[in-house]
């Protein structure tokens, strides 16, 4: 496989990033992920807007504008064959004397193979586990995830999928999706101290009625539907979180119905 490295298409296994990158020992960095379907990158603008937001919001460079990375993507994907795949584009912090401040990171896009939740988990739901946490700028796609991979030991033996994350009872997202709620027919989702997926876009835009609105973790509990959206998890129905049941603990109408529209949409 091939793979873009700081200026250049070379082959994946020869890609390096240097030890003292802050990327690595600040985990000061920014990355996107996102996936190509019939090799057409799946909505590559929201990501690439996002990409470039992120990298401007760290004050990291990004030494290439929103049309060459698209041409570097298009590439990328004619030359590894990626009919279906996901794409990581990752920009570190760079080296720097006091290993501390930023500099010119290198940047590195990389086509993977992609691994979806298995089809029971989308016929019958999954769990997950309440955990207070903000995660630290959290509308930038950093590439911080030191809690939740520190704690996944603890959500596994729970046989939880995931967690979710609130703080003072105040719901956010999860550690790498965001969150819907349905109670009395009615969809809702947070807005606050969360990752703008562009999942959550897509299903905002199917189903627009949506209200955008603080959630305490009592809201999620009563719930009649909760589902999670993200790139790699489409949209995943949550029918437990914690001991508690959601609705009949099983996937309900309106999740079902959107789950149908999503998928219609990215074939
Ligand atoms: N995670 N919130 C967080 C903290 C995320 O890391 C992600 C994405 C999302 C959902 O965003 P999107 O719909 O754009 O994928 C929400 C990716 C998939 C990951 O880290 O693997």
Redesign the pocket.
């Known amino acids: 496989a091939f793979c873009f490295a700081i200026d250049k298409v070379i082959p994946s296994h020869l890609a390096s990033v240097h030890p003292m990158d802050i990327g690595l020992i600040r985990g000061y960095g920014i990355?996107?992920?996102?996936r190509t379907s019939h090799y057409q990158p799946l909505f590559l603008s929201d990501?690439l807007d996002?990409f470039i937001r992120s990298a401007a919001k760290t004050h990291l460079y990004l030494p290439y504008t929103k049309n060459e990375l698209a041409q570097i993507i298009h590439d990328l994907i004619q030359r590894n064959d990626l009919e279906f795949g996901g794409i990581r584009m990752l920009l570190t912090g760079g080296v720097s004397d006091n290993h501390f401040t930023p500099t010119q990171g290198s940047l590195f896009i990389f086509c993977e193979d992609l691994d979806f939740p298995s089809p029971s988990k989308y016929e019958y739901g999954v769990k997950l586990l309440s955990i207070e946490h903000v995660?630290a700028i959290?509308d930038i796609?950093t590439t911080n995830?030191a809690f939740p991979v520190w704690h996944s030991a603890i959500w596994k033996k729970e046989g939880a999928e995931d967690v979710l994350y609130h703080s003072n009872g105040i719901i956010s997202?999860?550690?790498?999706?965001?969150i819907f709620v349905i109670k009395n027919n009615k969809i809702s989702t947070p807005d606050k101290h969360?990752?703008?997926?562009?999942?959550?876009?897509r299903v905002l835009e199917l189903a627009p009625e949506t209200e955008i609105k603080e959630l305490s973790l009592k809201d999620v509990l009563d719930a009649e539907e909760v589902f999670m959206?993200?790139?790699?998890?489409k949209i995943l129905p949550v029918t437990q979180i914690d001991d508690r049941k959601i609705g009949d603990g099983k996937i309900g109408p309106i999740t079902g119905k959107l789950m149908e529209k999503f998928f219609e949409m990215e074939k």
């Open positions: 990355f996107d992920f996102f990501y996002r995660r959290a796609k995830y997202e999860s550690s790498r999706s965001n969360i990752l703008h997926g562009i999942t959550r876009k959206t993200s790139t790699t998890k």
